[in-house]
């Protein structure tokens, strides 16, 4: 079993920073695909940023320029920095994660952090 601990989310001014962490842990042998989706209200989970096993990210248009994922493969651990948050911003934010659990199969699972509110606001 894997288990995802996000923090970081809270209420933040327009223009202001946050980070937000994804800590993995439990039975993984290696993470193929990291990724940050957000929900807001009455709207659909949307992909906000992902990077894979080998570095490669890719971005949500309204995030371009303004967020940077990146990993700590020791840790385990995948953040999202978010600079020049704007209202819109505003969202529950969930990690997910692609890992395989042995060397000798290549079964990959799909785990979900439990989200973390992420509120731009004066």
Known sequence: QVQLVESGGGLAQPGGSLRLSCAASGSIFSIKYMGWYRQAPGKQRELVAEITSG???????????????????????????????????????????????????????????????????S
């Open 55 to 121: 570095d490669t990210t890719n971005y949500a248009d309204s995030v371009k320029g303004r967020f940077t994922i990146f990993r700590d493969n020791v840790k385990n651990t995948v953040y999202l920095q978010m600079n020049s948050l704007k209202p819109e911003d505003t969202a529950v934010y969930y990690c997910k994660l692609l890992v395989t659990t042995s060397p000798i199969r290549t079964n990959t699972y799909q785990y979900w952090g439990q989200g973390t509110q992420v509120t731009v606001s």
